[in-house]
Nanobody
Framework: VQLQASGGGFVQAGGSLRLSCAAS????????MGWFRQAPGKEREFVAT????????YYADSVKGRFTISRDNAKNTVHLQMTSLKPEDTAVYYC?????????????????WGQGTKVTVSS
C-alpha cells in the first residue's frame, strides 16, 4: 500500500492550494481517506475526512468553510482544496487511509499514511 501526497508549496495569506494524494496497492473505493497536518512543535491534527461509502465529509472546525475534501475513485485519488489560507495553516499535510470506517478523526484510526507535503502560508 502506498499513498503519495503532492501539491504543497508556498502561498501568501488568502491564497489557495490543492493537495492531491494518489493511492496504489489498495482497493481504493473501500477506504475512508483523511487529511491531517502537523505544524512544527505540535502534534498531528485532523483536518478532513471523506468516507468510502456515500462520500460523506467531515472537517475540523478550524478549516470548515475554507477547505474541501473530495475523492475520485476512478483515479484512486483524494484531494484537499484549500482556500482563504492563513499563516496558521502552515504545516506538513499528510493523507491517510483506513478500510471502511466513516468520520474517523483520530490519528490512530488510520492504517496507512503518505509521506507528507509541506504547506507554507506567509502573512
Amino acid at each position: 500500500v502506498q499513498l503519495q501526497a503532492s501539491g504543497g508549496g508556498f502561498v501568501q495569506a488568502g491564497g489557495s492550494l490543492r493537495l492531491s494524494c494518489a493511492a496504489s496497492g489498495v482497493t481504493f473505493s473501500v477506504y475512508t481517506m483523511g487529511w491531517f497536518r502537523q505544524a512544527p512543535g505540535k502534534e498531528r491534527e485532523f483536518v478532513a475526512t471523506i468516507s468510502w461509502i456515500g462520500g460523506t465529509t467531515y472537517y475540523a472546525d478550524s478549516v470548515k468553510g475554507r477547505f474541501t475534501i473530495s475523492r475520485d475513485n476512478a483515479k484512486n485519488t483524494v484531494h484537499l482544496q484549500m482556500t482563504s489560507l492563513k499563516p496558521e495553516d502552515t504545516a506538513v499535510y499528510y493523507c491517510a487511509g483506513l478500510m471502511y470506517g466513516s468520520g474517523n478523526r483520530l490519528v490512530d484510526d488510520y492504517n496507512y499514511w503518505g509521506q507528507g507535503t509541506k504547506v507554507t502560508v506567509s502573512s
